[in-house]
């Protein structure tokens, strides 16, 4: 039924670890979300896919893990289905499969739920740890959670203590916590080549730029040590960012790609409505990848062209 | 007479108006042409250089009329005609002078020019200018960033639609259905920015 694709696999392998901390940290409430999206994920591929006579590829199985471990942990299981059928329809289906899409299905899932159903997906935070005893019933409605997510409390100017967010010991949506975690998928994403380094470190540096130039500026709550380690910034940049569909093909459109996704979440995320600014980032960085490469193409052409007319002047 | 030279940063102004208010992204003016256009790289350039140009032109223009002749002569509710006048009449002279001054601009530009006259971006514009009563300064800063913002979106999409055009797309959804789809995530990305820098 799947097509057999490497890569996708090294990308779950790395995500397995975060998944596990997902249902140590949410309980049941981690794997009735993740069943509901793969379930729903990979059917709507499977329905398109079907009459092509194509098999459904293992990326819906990535798209549907990062989908999953960005939701909030308490949030409806109709809103998580409606958010992955989007996202596969949308986002890849519509634009003929894999390998076409020009923006990520996972993000473009998750913002479309995001913005649909703000107000839902706000009070859905829950306490962390102890496979999910915080959480309350697993279906019916969960009692209000008036904890603080550390961007939440950054936001009001609170502080949050730098090692409990490295350990993941915070609350936040079901994957994005636990930072040594993804940062050793990281290593091993970039040490097996599944994902290029240019791109995690140019979007951690755009992050850290416009978070240090706001400090520096004055806006007291952009700590920029503290706003790469807060929200899903890591979890996005690492696994989001990296997508090699999405992402622009050429190095310096690469580099200008994360150093425009880093910058563009710490600005929304400090300055704008929502709280987080991630997967609007991603979804800008998208929109950009297509110029940037055509940019870097026709830059890279007429380098060419100028040093052919150069050795034809010589000769 | 109640309107003043100049009310409000204009650097923020100019940089809302090109990335948190895209003009296309979050007010969708100027769709026609985005979509028709943007078929093609290098049409799509020219005419978001034309467009910058003629919006930038035709609101300081319009900014005089309105404040020095029809704001005097109580003759506000003729404004729409007479911007629509105005934005025809500056196209007009500026192909002229285009043509005299750069025959090679002038062929690049080709029918975009003309075709400005009755691109909606320009006349929103100049409507925006006229009910948030933007200053004089803020009002050239603000039609520049919106001629910018503009020229970004339209180059954005032709990129993408270079990239998609020979997709497997759905029977149904070629051309112009893919095209929405696709700005509708491009404006979905742009939501984020809501909030963030109030121009009106």
């Not at chain 1, 700590?223 to 997508?243: H, I, K, N, R």
């Not at chain 2, 929103?124 to 009563?133: P, V």
Request: hydrophobic residues 60%; glycine residues 10%; positive net charge.
């Amino acid at each position: 039924m799947f097509q057999k694709q490497p890569l996708m696999r090294k990308v779950l392998w790395a995500l397995a670890p975060i998944g596990l901390y997902s249902i140590w940290a949410y309980g049941l409430r981690a794997l009735a979300v993740a069943a509901v999206t793969f379930a729903v994920g990979v059917g709507v591929e499977w329905l398109f896919e079907r009459k092509k006579g194509g098999k459904t590829s293992e990326a819906v199985l990535v798209s549907c893990a990062l989908y999953a471990l960005s939701m909030p942990p308490a949030v409806p299981l109709w809103i998580v289905a409606l958010g992955i059928a989007f996202g596969v329809f949308m986002a890849k289906e519509v634009y003929g499969g894999f390998g076409r899409n020009v923006f990520n299905v996972a993000i473009a899932g998750r913002l479309f739920v995001y913005i649909s159903f703000a107000g839902a997906l706000g009070a859905s935070w829950l306490p962390h740890g102890g496979f999910g005893m915080g959480a309350g019933n697993l279906f019916g409605p969960v009692d209000a959670y008036s904890g603080a997510t550390p961007l939440e409390l950054m936001r009001t100017g609170g502080s949050v203590p730098i090692l409990d967010l490295l350990l993941g010991l915070r609350d936040g949506t079901l994957g994005e916590a636990p930072i040594v975690l993804i940062l050793a998928a990281a290593v091993y994403m970039a040490a097996t080549k599944t994902a290029n380094w240019k791109l995690m470190v140019a979007t951690a540096a755009g992050g850290l730029a416009a978070a240090g130039g706001l400090l520096l500026a004055g806006v007291a709550k952009a700590l920029p040590l503290e706003s790469l380690l807060a929200g899903s910034f890591l979890f996005v940049a690492v696994f989001m960012a990296t997508d090699p569909v999405t992402a622009p093909k050429k190095a310096p459109a690469q580099w200008a790609y994360g150093l425009l996704i880093g910058a563009v979440a710490v600005v929304i995320r400090t300055f704008s409505l929502f709280p987080e600014g991630t997967s609007f980032a991603i979804l800008i960085g998208n929109s950009f990848a297509s110029l940037f490469d055509r940019m870097a193409a026709d830059a890279a052409a007429r380098k060419k062209a100028r040093a052919a007319t150069a050795a034809g002047g010589a000769a | 007479m109640d309107f003043e030279f100049f009310t409000m940063n204009p650097i923020a102004l100019f940089f809302a108006s090109i990335f948190t208010s895209n003009i296309l992204m979050s007010n969708f003016l100027g769709m026609c042409s985005f979509i028709s256009v943007s078929k093609d790289y290098k049409s799509s350039f020219g005419l978001g250089l034309a467009v910058t140009v003629v919006m930038t032109i035709t609101a300081a223009v319009s900014w005089v009329v309105l404040y020095y002749v029809l704001v005097p002569l109580g003759l506000e509710y003729l404004s729409f005609i007479v911007f629509i006048i105005v934005i025809a009449a500056v196209v007009q002279i500026l192909e002229m002078v285009i043509d005299r001054a750069s025959p090679a601009l002038y062929l690049s530009l080709g029918i975009f020019l003309p075709l400005i006259t009755v691109n909606c971006a320009i006349l929103g514009a100049i409507l925006f200018m006229q009910i948030r009563q933007y200053g004089f300064i803020e009002s050239v800063v603000f039609a520049a960033g919106s001629g910018l913002g503009w020229w970004l979106a339209i180059m954005l999409l032709a990129a993408i639609r270079g990239r998609v055009e020979n997709n497997p797309v759905p029977a149904g959804l070629k051309g112009a259905g893919i095209t929405m789809i696709t700005i509708g995530f491009m404006a979905m990305g742009f939501i984020g920015f809501s909030g963030m820098i109030a121009v009106q």
